[in-house]
């Protein structure tokens, strides 16, 4: 044998190959010093190797690593349950656990159709839920998330985004024009007694960094709850603080979903997701339905207590708020004036820069040459330092993802390194 070498099916956006990380900054075996601003896409929340995170997982492992929790109970697990729980809006109080948010989305997906008896899925054009079937069913953020996979699932519809930048509209218009498409769908294409559940992000991730405007999700939840359906809420990349609120659908004004898909931020890089939702609506999947192997590791549940400990002690969703309207600030003023970039957005800690035409046609030449600028931009943040990455159905966005611990400095050093990559593709 000489050896294996890595599938060309993963991707590599960048060269780096990891020494070491602590907080904000990755150091490559390349001897370089990189400010990360991807964490490992939204998942380091307490930054690379939080000491908390690290001493409460090691301490893990000396009592038990694997207790397989329909087997034997682990007191970790008990303990996250109990500290989510402060976290989650008042009512939504049971929780099971799997291992990612492809898995979470799966089995909520699973207890959607067996809480209510009914078959559709309804998404959300640019919406990203994950790569296995379920998931990849749920996704209109790419292609390539889908394409040589099919058939997916069925029992799944989709329902235009009120996507103001890319319609021309106002955002009032958009939220109109998208809720009047969603009552269109429940009129055209399935009844609204089929309708199992809603599922979206309360921000786009993937699918392009966009916040989904409040009243929006207002809409939805009134629909959903009008229909007898759920509203789930698929907080992977959007919660645990990342836009500076806990929830990303905190930003809607007394919104309470049904059914809360959490993972990523949740145990800072161990692999862990949470399904939560009323115990009613739990008690109407049968028992044994959900759960695996590995679901609520005995270590990564460790993690994920330290890991709220640390975001409340450390006080990182307000971090996360006050950092994120600076680095915005920073790339506003920094970038202003370039032909080439159409919008910069952000909350929070989940910030984007957009290039080219939003109106362009997907597939045209003008969004290839927006997806060309934005590659560009992201290799040469590299030779700056600085990690980021794409994302956006045709590739035209470069996101912007800190550690919810970045510091002020750490925010204008990144913002420097950004602007000087942007400008160097671009002038
Ligand atoms: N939902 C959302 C909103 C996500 O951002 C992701 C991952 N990017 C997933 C689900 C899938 O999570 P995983 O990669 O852990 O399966």
Redesign the pocket.
């Known amino acids: 044998m000489s050896g294996a070498s890595l599938s060309p099916v993963l991707k590599q956006a960048t060269p780096v190959v990891v020494d070491h990380a602590a907080g904000s900054w990755i150091h490559g075996t390349d001897g370089r010093r990189y400010l990360d601003f991807t964490t490992g ?1 939204g998942v380091t929340s307490t930054g690379h190797c939080h000491p908390d995170v690290v001493a409460a997982a090691q301490e893990q492992c000396t009592k038990i690593i694997h207790a397989q929790y329909t087997t034997v109970m682990h007191q970790p697990l008990l303990r996250l349950t109990e500290r989510l729980g402060d976290f989650l809006p008042d009512g939504i109080d049971s929780v099971f656990y799997a291992n ?3 898995e979470a ?1 799966e089995a909520a997906v699973r207890l959607a159709r067996m809480a209510t008896g009914r078959q559709y899925i309804v998404t959300v054009q640019r919406g ?4 296995t079937v379920a ?1 990849a069913s749920l996704t209109t953020a790419g292609t390539k998330f889908s394409a040589g996979f099919g058939p997916l699932m069925s029992g799944v519809a989709t329902t235009p985004f009120p996507d103001a930048l890319r319609l021309g509209m106002t955002t009032d218009d958009a939220v109109d024009h998208a809720l009047k498409e969603f009552d269109y769908l429940l009129a055209t294409r399935l009844s609204p007694s089929e309708l199992a559940a809603v599922v979206i ?1 309360p921000f786009l ?2 699918g392009g960094y966009l916040a989904v405007p409040p009243a929006y999700l207002a809409g939805l939840r009134e629909r959903t709850a009008r229909h007898g359906a759920l509203l789930v809420l ?1 907080e ?2 959007a919660g645990v603080g990342r836009t500076g609120r806990f929830w990303g659908h905190q930003h809607t004004d007394g919104l309470v979903p049904d059914v809360i898909i959490t ?2 931020g949740i145990a800072s890089g161990f692999p862990i997701s949470a399904i939560a939702a009323p115990e009613a609506i739990m008690a109407k999947a049968w028992p044994g339905s959900q759960g695996g192997t590995y679901g609520g590791n005995a270590v990564a549940a460790a993690a994920g207590v330290a890991t709220l400990d640390v975001i409340e002690r450390e006080g990182l969703v307000e971090n996360s708020r006050v950092r994120g309207a600076e680095l915005l600030d920073g790339l506003r003023s920094g970038l202003a004036g370039i032909d080439q970039i159409c919008d910069i957005r952000g909350t929070g800690l989940m910030l984007a820069v957009e290039f080219g035409d939003p109106t362009a046609n997907a597939g045209g030449p003008r969004a290839i040459e927006a997806a060309r600028l934005a590659s560009s931009v992201q290799q040469a943040c590299i030779d700056e330092d600085l990690l980021t990455l794409t994302c956006g159905p045709t590739g035209s966005i470069v996101r912007l993802i800190p550690a919810l611990v970045v510091t002020a400095d750490e925010v204008v050093t990144g913002t420097e390194r950004f602007v000087r990559a942007v400008r160097r593709v671009v002038e």
């Not at 990203?128 to 790569?131: E, N, V, Y």
């Open positions: 896409i990612s948010g492809s989305v990203f839920h994950g790569r998931a992000e991730g993937d698929d992977v990349q993972a990523k």
